[in-house]
């Protein structure tokens, strides 16, 4: 790995991770749903994927979601976080691989999925299914907050192809 590559996962980390810290400071998005957040910091790790590769967005993931967990004070969300992460980047990373929709709707699939593999930890951890009654509320702001992280990761992409800056690319010619 180049000293260039972990720089730039570095950065990635950086954003995620402050993406994250503030969301949770904010209040809820949706006071029912107290645990429901836009998960923007998810934006970078989208980018990391499509930049790189699998094993560098997911350690941007399992990164993001152990330091954040640890730090909110709520070591539990670790869990629910790491399962809502791999199945989410394992689903997104397939449907960019097939290349069969645009960011945004990979990135709404994405959120879904994320919220499917917490809802499972849930249900794991309570010995109950009523918690999947959750899952509708919780699927459809997923797939909304993933529409808007990707188009966050979208405009990025395009603003910075290659996770590239101007300066990188002078560089290189």
Known sequence: MTARKVTKLAALLAVALLMGFVENMLPPVLPVLPYCRLGLGNAAILLCLMWFDLPSAALIAVLKCVIIGIFSGAPISILYSLAGSALS?????????????????????????????????????????????????????????????????????????????????????
């Open 89 to 173: 980047l394992l689903g997104t990373w397939l449907l960019l691989k097939l290349s069969l929709n645009g960011i945004p709707a990979i990135s709404a699939f994405g959120g879904v999925l994320h919220n499917v593999g917490q809802v499972l930890v849930a249900i794991l951890l309570t010995q109950t299914t009523a918690v999947a009654a959750f899952l509708v509320y919780l699927a459809l702001f997923g797939a909304l907050a993933g529409v808007l992280t990707g188009f966050i990761a979208y405009f990025v992409y395009r603003a910075i192809p290659n996770g590239e800056t101007n300066d990188d690319r002078k560089r290189d010619f």
